[in-house]
């Protein structure tokens, strides 16, 4: 069965993610400018006058996502629940990308797709710059807190993430900056695939998402921050634990 993220903007997002190659060769740019260093948790909820989308997301969906930023182009995403579950551990300079399954202990190769403008050559961006564009966010007087920061209501007036019809809103941390991280990750000839989680992939410049709200077809999606932890992590966060089996991947 292919896994794909139940929402159907993310499962939008993903397919172009694995429609273009990335262009990686070390860290991005981003990090020379004081990027986060550390790990942000997210916790999702689901609502709306449309149930029916509402139930689907939250017995599909991902109820717990975090990502963790390590200097050096180093990242982890962890999804608790739905059809994504899993962890991804990667390592840009050197190019090692696995998927770990913690209840078998198999790590397996991953091919890393990423809408990044900083990943891009000019070719491309020359050709195809839309698809990488950034958020276009309207900034609100309305502000917020969440996992103990401030953080300001913008409204999203344009992103690739958004089908037609559909609204989103963030409130963002204007303090803390991250590398862009609009990554997925695919395996087993694209059968099996992980996307970094939803407020990543609207790539918002003007800061870190603590809160993103998406209103698609009556269906109330948020992503709301738990914690945001700063700090250099442990280096063995971004590698295959001992005790696990490398598995082949024909991806």
Do not use: K
């Not at 689901?46 to 930023?69: C, H, I, K, M, Y």
């Not at 491309?124 to 698809?131: A, I, N, R």
């Not at 409204?155 to 993430?161: A, G, K």
């Amino acid at each position: 069965m292919r896994r794909v993220h139940p929402h159907s903007i993310h499962r939008s997002a993903l397919a172009l993610c694995l429609s273009v190659p990335a262009v990686l060769g070390g860290p991005s740019r981003v990090e020379a400018q004081e990027a986060f260093i550390g790990t942000v948790v997210y916790e999702t909820s689901a609502g709306g006058s449309n149930t029916d989308g509402a139930v689907t997301f939250t017995e599909l969906g991902p109820r717990r996502e975090s990502v963790t930023w390590g200097s050096g182009g180093r990242i982890r995403l962890e999804t608790e629940g739905g059809m994504s579950e899993g962890v991804i551990v990667a390592r840009m300079a050197n190019r090692a990308f696995f998927h770990l399954d913690p209840e078998s202990r198999t790590a397996t190769p991953v091919r890393l797709r990423s809408l990044n403008r900083e990943d891009q050559s000019a070719d491309v961006l020359q050709t195809m710059g839309q698809m990488f564009a950034p958020a276009v966010l309207e900034r609100t007087e309305e502000t917020g807190t969440y996992a103990g920061h401030a953080c300001r209501m913008y409204i999203v007036r344009s992103s690739l993430m958004l089908r037609r019809g559909a609204t989103a809103r963030a409130c963002v941390a204007e303090h803390i900056q991250v590398r862009p991280s609009r990554y997925g990750f695919e395996w087993n000839d694209r059968a099996n695939e992980q996307p970094a989680t939803l407020p990543l992939q609207f790539d918002m410049r003007e800061g870190l998402p603590l809160m993103l709200e998406v209103n698609e077809n009556d269906t109330l999606v948020t992503y709301t921050a738990v914690s945001v932890t700063p700090g250099e992590p442990d280096d063995a966060l971004f590698s295959v634990p001992r005790g696990y089996t490398v598995t082949d991947s024909d991806g």
